[in-house]
């Protein structure tokens, strides 16, 4: 298996709602990033999570809340969000947080209402 | 402060023509490089990597890229461009110097005319 999973595909919300975002990869692999994109911009960093642990925050608002249960799963949970954080927000996966390629997921595209 | 730049937002090539894009960055040590590609809503998908070695490296859908120290640059070529290589293609660097962050280039837009 040399996929990341992430669901859902599409999320709409409320700037009241709160919901998650998931990422799934079974390569074995022991570090995992979340990634915001937003239209016609290349990707930025938001979370870095290595050997599950934490190990990267650039800064994000703390409406965005990041968790790694365990070495295969990545969540993103969302509360109180901002139509300026609409996007297509990416997960990505690597051996670990060295120099290392990086597997991307598909994308949620997220809309905030 | 390490940066990706490449200086073609949008490139148009007709089918079978020959494809050169265009990355350069700003490290203060050697980096490592990638050439990813993304279609419309979609992940970005790895076509090549360079982190030493031979300097000419090959990728997936008959892509290759050159790293040239003197230049500071990684550019991606591809002899015949098809009709589904239109899509956006972006360079990124990192370096352990950086903490192996990676830093993307603001993207260029191949178009494809048949």
């Known amino acids: 298996d040399t996929e990341v999973t992430q669901t859902p595909k599409h999320l709409v919300m409320g700037m009241t709602n709160k919901k998650s975002l998931k990422c799934e990869q079974h390569?074995?692999?022991?570090?995992m990033y979340w990634y915001k994109q937003k239209a016609k911009k290349p990707p930025e960093l938001m979370f870095v999570?290595?050997?599950?642990?934490?190990?990267i925050n650039e800064s994000v608002p703390s409406r965005f809340s990041p968790e790694c249960p365990n070495s295969s799963l990545l969540n993103l949970h969302l509360h109180a969000l901002q139509p300026e954080d609409s996007a297509l927000y990416l997960c990505?996966?690597?051996?670990?947080?060295?120099?290392?390629?990086?597997?991307f997921g598909a994308g949620s595209r997220l809309t905030v209402l | 402060a390490q940066s990706v730049t490449q200086p073609d937002i949008h490139i148009t090539v007709s089918e079978g023509a020959s494809l050169e894009l265009r990355c350069n960055y700003s490290y203060g040590a050697t980096p490592y490089l990638f050439w990813y590609v993304q279609s419309p809503g979609q992940g970005l998908q790895l076509l090549l990597k360079?982190?030493?070695?031979?300097?000419l490296v090959q990728g997936i859908k008959g892509f290759e890229a050159e790293f040239k120290r003197s230049q500071s640059s990684f550019n991606l070529r591809k002899p015949s461009v098809h009709w589904s290589d239109a899509a956006e293609y972006f360079c990124?660097?990192?370096?352990?110097?950086?903490?192996?962050?990676?830093?993307f280039g603001a993207g260029t837009i191949l178009r494809v005319k048949s």
């Open positions: 990124a660097v990192g370096a352990p110097e950086y903490g192996n962050k990676l830093v």
């Open positions: 360079y982190f030493s070695g031979d300097t």
């Open positions: 999570y290595s050997y599950e642990k934490l190990s």
């Open positions: 390569m074995g692999h022991r570090a």
């Open positions: 990505a996966s690597s051996r670990d947080s060295g120099a290392n390629v990086l597997t």
